[in-house]
């Protein structure tokens, strides 16, 4: 069996290329947006920025403990979600967002992609869910800056967090959620020689509307000064509202 991780790399590479077009002028702006790259990023962020008004909306006792939400040192939304055949392979793979803290809220976020294993996410959607991914400490968020960093997270506890569910999933470094027809489930994904799990940074996609690679967008010491998509500052408001 061909490893996972060689199809998951191919993943990677397969993710939607669209030409940039760049144009050097004097004092302005030197990178022309690509209007494919620019409705993309629209779509995943607007996309985004519903899952989580959709979080929002959960009872307390059917959503994520805001315990989590205030220690979360990062934040990942993938709305867009489909399951793929690869040889004898099947995986699930997303398009989405992702912000860390910072003092006074969120970073500008950075575009990225996954694929995992399919094994155990049978109860996953695609095209009707979000995945939210809890990034909990920050060795983890550390592998950020790279541009592919491998995935294993626990699955996210909903509701009340007991003592009992605290050392349960104390720990652990990533929480995975899955938001579908108004239910939020914990989602598993394990990461070893068969499955090599990942998050990858869909560069195209950054650069075409920062200028910058994904790890330069979210550990930018300076606010992004270009223009960028509504969507986009209506996706970091949405994280705001979420962490009240």
């Known amino acids: 069996m061909v490893a996972l991780f060689t199809s998951l790399r191919r993943i990677r590479f397969a993710f939607p290329v669209i030409a940039v077009v760049c144009i050097l002028l004097p004092n302005a702006r030197a990178q022309k947006l690509d209007q494919g790259k620019l409705d993309a990023a629209t779509r995943r962020a607007g996309k985004a920025t519903k899952v989580l008004s959709d979080l929002s909306g959960l009872p307390a006792g059917e959503t994520i403990p805001r315990e989590l939400i205030e220690r979360?040192?990062?934040i990942a939304v993938f709305p867009d979600v489909d399951r793929v055949n690869m040889l004898v392979i099947k995986a699930m793979k997303g398009y989405g967002l992702i912000s860390r803290r910072v003092p006074g809220g969120w970073s500008t976020p950075a575009f990225y992609g996954f694929a995992v294993s399919d094994k155990g996410w049978s109860l996953v959607k695609p095209g009707n869910a979000g995945i939210i991914m809890l990034i909990?400490?920050?060795?983890?968020?550390?592998?950020f800056e790279k541009d592919h960093i491998a995935l294993e997270g626990a699955p996210g506890p909903v509701g009340e967090l007991t003592?009992?569910?605290e050392k349960k999933i104390r720990g652990a470094a990533i929480f995975i959620y899955a938001l579908g027809d108004g239910k939020l489930r914990g989602i598993k994904v394990d990461n070893d020689s068969t499955t090599q799990s990942g998050i990858n940074s869909d560069n195209n996609v950054n650069k075409a509307i920062y200028g910058q690679k994904a790890r330069e967008v979210m550990w930018s010491t300076t606010p992004v000064t270009v223009a960028v998509p509504p969507a986009i500052t209506e996706f970091q408001?949405?994280?705001?509202?979420?962490?009240k």
């Open 72 to 74: 979360a040192r990062a």
């Open 163 to 165: 003592a009992e569910n």
């Open 237 to 243: 408001n949405a994280l705001t509202n979420l962490s």
């Open 136 to 143: 909990m400490n920050d060795d983890m968020l550390k592998q």
